[in-house]
Each structure stands twice: as C-alpha cells, then as structure tokens.
Nanobody, 122 residues
Framework: QVQVAESGGGLVQAGGSLSLSCAAS????????MGWFRQAPGKAREFVTA????????WYVDSVKGRFTISRDNAKNTIYLRMNDLTPEDTAVYYC???????????????WGQGTQVTVSS
C-alpha cells in the first residue's frame, strides 16, 4: 500500500497563494488516483480536488474552480496543489490521499497523509 505525506501548509493573507506537495512512497504513485481533501474546524471533511493516474483528468469542487490547480509528477512520485486567491473560507487541514479506484469517487481513497494546516487570514 502506498504511503503519502503532505507538506507546504502555512499562514497566508487573503488573496495570497500557497502550494502544497504530497510525496508518495512504498508503491509507485502512477498506480493510484490522488486527491486532496480538507477539514475545517467543526465541519465535515470535504473532497476538494482529484487527479487520475497519469494527470490527464482532473476534478474540482465548485468552490475552488479557477483558483486551485492539482498536478502530479509521477517521475518524482509527487502530487501538487497550487492554491491562488485564497480566502478565509479555505482555512482547513488539507489531506492528501490515494485511491486505486475512480479518481472522482471520494469513497475510494484509503491511504491518507497526516495533513497540513492552511490558515488564511482576512
């Protein structure tokens, strides 16, 4: 089973940008669809974006379309999340996860990282 680990969170002002990385190990990343989830305090975990095994297909939740970009470099076993025009509503712990099922099915993600905090100040 693949292991994943996120990095790159931090504090940013509203309107700013932040990039997250997710390093996969244990198995070849290209064997998996990858996704980013987030969980804000007191809220349920939200499926934010996903990418299929070769990067040819992506999906975004409506609230981040046009602001977030998911990408992957399978040669580096790394998945990226570029977040632009951040708002306080984007504040959450962001989790990377891997799935051996359809990239668009949040129920298929079963290898989780420890999460990285993203805080957007107003």
């Amino acid at each position: 089973q693949v292991q994943v680990a996120e990095s790159g969170g931090g504090l940013v002002q509203a309107g700013g940008s932040l990039s997250l990385s997710c390093a996969a190990s244990g198995r070849t990343a290209s064997d998996y669809a990858m996704g980013w989830f987030r969980q804000a305090p007191g809220k349920a975990r939200e499926f934010v974006t996903a990418i299929n095994w070769n990067g040819g297909l992506t999906w975004y939740v409506d609230s981040v379309k046009g602001r977030f970009t998911i990408s992957r470099d399978n040669a580096k076993n790394t998945i990226y999340l570029r977040m632009n025009d951040l708002t306080p509503e984007d504040t959450a712990v962001y989790y990377c996860a891997a799935s051996s099922h359809s990239y668009r099915d949040p129920r298929g993600y079963n290898s989780w990282g420890q999460g990285t905090q993203v805080t957007v100040s107003s």
